[in-house]
């Protein structure tokens, strides 16, 4: 105490280690049920192994990480859900893409995905299923990858300064291996993207699949989200890709706008 004030050594003490910490659940996050072996915590983390294997420890501890008995990979632990039930209500975000995700979905006969930023990955937190018999379901709601590796993140990539999305992409660049990608490969797409004013995937997730994304930007100008359709390649040729894509980014700019009200 100094002068009856606390005195403290800097405004980020201790922030290394909670980054860290972070870092490594966003890791497992990646691999949901089936878990994340520790080399791939600590490829993804670019953390040196006893760093990754300290922290997990202590977040098992606290019953934030779990390990399975069965496969000895490390995963997000039960707490974490029981701590999110402390703010249930989705994000105006969701709230406002829900009517016109419909709405897309339902004109064009295609599944429509909602995907999300966070931090240096994306989620999907809504998937809509449409009325084409056939539907591509390349993603589950709550599949969580790197910015870069799906059509959505690189349509969020694109919608960003580019000194920003190459550093979201260096950041990553040690995570691509694992999805065959690379860093070069997603900066390209990221240029395209950006010319097109949407990006266009011609090989989607799924092998014979494309995918069409648009993105979404919150009141204040920042890329959030992008809504993206995925369909078998004969779904998505030059002309229904004209369609499609209008039909998106209509959607996205009403998202946009119901947002902002």
């Not at 040196?48 to 995963?75: C, Q």
Request: proline share 5%; with cysteine; net charge positive.
């Amino acid at each position: 105490m100094t002068n009856g004030r606390l005195k403290t050594r800097g405004p980020r003490q201790g922030g290394q280690a909670i980054r860290r910490a972070l870092a490594v659940l966003r890791a497992l996050a990646v691999g949901g049920e089936r878990g994340v072996p520790l080399a791939e915590v600590v490829q993804a983390t670019s953390l040196a192994r006893p760093t990754v294997h300290r922290i997990v420890h202590v977040l098992i501890e606290e019953g934030i990480v779990e390990r399975s008995e069965r496969t000895g990979n490390y995963v997000v632990g039960r707490q974490v859900p029981e701590l999110a039930l402390a703010r249930p209500s989705r994000s105006p975000l969701m709230v406002a893409a829900e009517p016109h995700l419909a709405a897309a979905s339902a004109q064009l006969g295609d599944t429509l995905f909602l995907t999300v930023r966070t931090g240096l990955d994306t989620l999907c937190v809504a998937r809509r299923i449409g009325s084409y018999p056939i539907q591509v379901l390349s993603i589950e709601v709550g599949v969580r990858r790197p910015l870069g590796v799906s059509s959505a993140g690189v349509a969020i990539l694109a919608a960003m300064p580019s000194a920003e999305a190459r550093k979201i992409v260096l950041a990553n660049e040690t995570r691509f291996g694992a999805y065959r990608t690379d860093a070069a490969t997603v900066l390209g797409q990221i240029q395209l993207a950006r010319r097109r004013g949407y990006n266009l995937r011609d090989v989607g997730l799924v092998q014979g699949t494309k995918s069409l994304s648009a993105w979404i930007r919150t009141p204040d100008g920042q890329p959030a989200a992008a809504i993206t359709l995925s369909a078998m390649r004969n779904r998505l040729g030059p002309r229904r890709a004209i369609e499609v894509t209008d039909v998106l980014v209509s959607a996205a700019r009403a998202i946009e706008a119901t947002a902002r009200e």
